[in-house]
């Protein structure tokens, strides 16, 4: 079995500002290569989180991505941060996520 060693660890969080439009945990070019992502267990709603097109939504058929509901953490496999999006039911929303970095 083979695994990675981080060399530098970081941590932040996303509030969600509107609802209903998917927005980056990280804009700027952030190199990683695993990404921990978490509902604040103080949400009221649950948050969804994915690629660019994750939509959180009461509708069925309208929503997109992975569901977390508060307090819930998923491990994404990326190697950017900023390939990561989020979106809230409610305004202010807050996810939590920590990524680790080879150098």
């Not at 992502?37 to 929503?63: E, F, I, L, W």
Request: net charge negative; with cysteine.
């Amino acid at each position: 079995m083979s695994f990675e060693i981080a060399k530098r660890i970081v941590s932040g969080r996303k509030a969600i500002a509107a609802a209903g439009a998917s927005e980056q945990l990280v804009v700027a070019d952030t190199e990683c290569f695993e990404v921990d992502v978490c509902a604040s267990t103080k949400n009221t709603s649950p948050v969804v989180v994915g690629a660019s097109n994750v939509h959180a939504s009461d509708a069925a058929d309208a929503q997109l991505g992975t569901i977390l509901l508060p307090g819930m953490n998923v491990k994404m496999h990326v190697d950017n941060v900023n390939k990561i999006w989020a979106d809230a039911k409610v305004n202010g929303e807050v996810v939590c996520y920590t990524y680790y970095v080879h150098v």
